[in-house]
C-alpha cells in the first residue's frame, strides 16, 4: 500500500494482466457473496501480503473484518487507503458505512457527502445518507433522499420500506401503504396492517392479520398490534404467533450477585459512553436524554465484549427456563441471530415513551445507574399491551410497573410495550439496552 492505485467496486468487472490474479480475486469476491467471512479474511491477507496494490483485495480485506466484528482493523484499512485516494467513491461510501455501524453518524455523513459529489446519482450511497440524515433527526433531507433513489431505482425495496415507515412516523398512513404494498423488505407487511389499524377499517385489519398468521408471519410489531387489538375489539388473543401473554414472559434478575457484573465493569462502559465516540441518536421517544447510535458491540474494547458475554449467557439460561413454552417467539427462536446493544441516559425529569422493539425478539435493559426515589415507582420501567398512539376506544389496559436498581436484568418479549416513570432526582439513570435481532 505505498503507492496510489485505482478503486473497483466488487460487483465491477476487471481486467486483469496475470490469470492467476484474476482467479484469486474471483475466490475472494466468492468468498463475501456466499458470507464466508472467516474464509474471507484469511484469503485475502494472503493475497495483499503479495499483492500490496490490490485495491480490490484490500476493500475486500476490510470488508471480511467488519464482518468478523474486527472494526479497528476494517477502520484502518479504510483511513489508509483513502489517504492514499482522496475522496475515492467507492472507499468513501463504504467506510461510511462502517462509522454508521458503530454509532459514529457524523462522520458517516461526512463520508457520504463526499461519496454523493462524486456520483451523485450512485443509489447505494444516497440510500445511505437517507438513513444518516435520518438517524440525525434531518427528516426533510431524509425523505428527500429516499425519494429521490426512487426516482433512480423505483425497485429499491429497502429504500421505500424506509420512505415508507417516515411517513407513518409523521401520520401520513394511505401513502405509506402504497409503498407498504410494494415491497416485501423488512417487516413491510406488518407495518402496512399497522397503518391499516391506525385508519381504523376493522375489517380490513382483521383480513390482512390472518392472511400475516397463515402466511407464517411472525414477528413482535404484528403481534404488539394484535393484542392491542384483542383488548379493543374484545376478541381472543390465543392465535397470536409470536406471543399471546408476554407479561408471563418478563423476567427480572440482579446479575451483581454472583460477581458477573462489578462497579469496575460498568464504570468503564460509562466513561466510553461519556467520551462521545459514539454520536447521540435522534430519538424523538426521549426526553432530557440521550441514546447512543450504532451497535456499542461492534467496538472490540475488553469490557464491551466481557458485558457481551455476559449478556449472551444470560440469554441462553431465559431461552432454558421457557424452553416448554408454546409461545411463538420460543419455539421459532431464530437459528441465527446478532446482538446490537446502546445505551440511554436520562436526566431528572426527562422519560422514553411507550414504545416496541419492532425489529428484536427477545429485549434487555441492564440497569447501570439508578436515580435515588423521592416517590415509590419513580424511574421503574413500565410494561403495557398499549402505546404508540394506537387507538383504544377508551378500553383499559393492562399495566406492570417493575421496580428496577442497580445491577438489575430485566429479559422480555421485544412485542411489550414499555416506557420509564420520570424521576426528580438530579441523578442519571442509565442503562444499557439490547436486542436479540433475528439474522437472515
Not at 473497483?8 to 467471512?37: P, R, T
Not at 459529489?117 to 443509489?123: G, S
Not at 445505551?343 to 422493539?357: D, E, M, R
Request: aromatic share 12%; proline share 3%; with cysteine.
Amino acid at each position: 500500500m505505498n503507492s496510489p492505485f485505482k478503486i473497483y467496486g466488487c460487483s465491477e468487472a476487471i481486467d486483469f494482466n496475470k490469470k492467476n490474479e484474476e482467479v484469486s480475486i474471483n475466490s475472494l469476491i466468492e468468498n463475501y457473496q456466499n458470507k464466508d467471512y472467516n474464509s474471507l479474511v484469511k484469503n485475502a491477507q494472503q493475497y495483499v501480503e503479495k499483492n500490496t496494490s490490490s485495491a480490490m483485495a484490500w476493500n475486500l480485506l476490510a470488508l471480511g473484518h467488519r464482518y468478523t466484528n474486527n472494526v479497528e482493523s476494517a477502520l484502518k484499512i479504510y483511513q489508509d487507503l483513502l489517504r492514499l485516494n482522496p475522496g475515492n467513491f467507492l472507499l468513501s461510501t463504504n467506510l461510511g458505512n462502517l462509522y454508521m455501524a458503530i454509532g459514529k453518524v457524523s462522520k458517516a455523513i461526512d463520508c457520504f457527502e463526499i461519496a454523493f459529489k462524486k456520483e451523485p446519482n450512485h443509489v447505494a450511497n444516497l440510500e445511505a445518507l437517507a438513513i444518516a440524515y435520518q438517524d440525525t433527526g434531518r427528516n426533510k433531507e431524509a425523505i428527500d433522499c429516499f425519494k429521490k433513489v426512487l426516482e433512480l431505482d423505483e425497485s429499491k425495496e429497502s429504500a421505500r420500506y424506509h420512505l415508507a415507515r417516515m411517513l407513518v412516523r409523521f401520520n401520513h398512513y394511505s401513502e405509506a401503504i402504497e409503498h407498504f404494498y410494494k415491497t416485501n423488505y423488512g417487516l413491510s407487511k406488518s407495518h402496512l396492517l399497522e397503518c391499516l389499524y391506525y385508519l381504523g377499517d376493522k375489517d380490513k385489519f382483521y383480513k390482512h392479520y390472518r392472511e400475516l398468521i397463515n402466511g407464517k408471519i411472525i414477528n413482535p410489531l404484528m403481534s404488539s398490534i394484535g393484542s392491542h387489538a384483542s383488548i379493543r375489539f374484545n376478541i381472543s388473543n390465543k392465535d397470536n404467533p409470536f406471543c399471546s401473554d408476554p407479561f408471563k414472559y418478563i423476567k427480572k434478575q440482579n446479575i451483581t450477585d454472583k460477581n458477573e457484573l462489578n462497579d469496575d465493569l460498568i464504570s468503564s462502559i460509562l466513561e466510553f459512553h461519556k467520551s462521545g465516540e459514539s454520536d447521540p441518536k435522534s430519538q424523538p421517544l426521549l426526553s432530557n436524554g440521550k441514546q447512543s447510535s450504532g451497535n456499542i458491540f461492534l467496538n472490540q474494547r475488553e469490557d464491551i465484549q466481557l458485558l457481551k458475554k455476559i449478556l449472551e449467557n444470560k440469554v441462553k439460561n431465559y431461552l432454558k427456563e421457557f424452553s416448554t413454552s408454546n409461545e411463538g417467539f420460543i419455539i421459532n427462536w431464530p437459528k441465527r441471530f446478532n446482538i446490537y446493544g446502546w445505551l440511554v441516559s436520562i436526566s431528572s425529569g426527562g422519560k422514553l415513551s411507550a414504545h416496541i422493539h419492532k425489529e428484536g425478539w427477545l429485549s434487555g435493559s441492564l440497569y447501570f445507574k439508578m436515580p435515588s426515589k423521592k416517590t415509590k415507582n419513580e424511574g421503574n420501567i413500565v410494561f403495557s399491551l398499549d402505546g404508540a398512539n394506537y387507538p383504544n376506544d377508551g378500553k383499559k389496559f393492562d399495566k406492570k410497573s417493575v421496580d428496577v436498581n442497580k445491577g438489575d436484568l430485566v429479559l422480555f418479549p421485544s412485542s411489550l410495550f414499555h416506557h420509564t416513570i420520570p424521576f426528580k432526582s438530579n441523578e442519571e439513570r442509565v442503562t444499557f439496552a439490547f436486542d436479540i435481532i433475528p439474522q437472515n
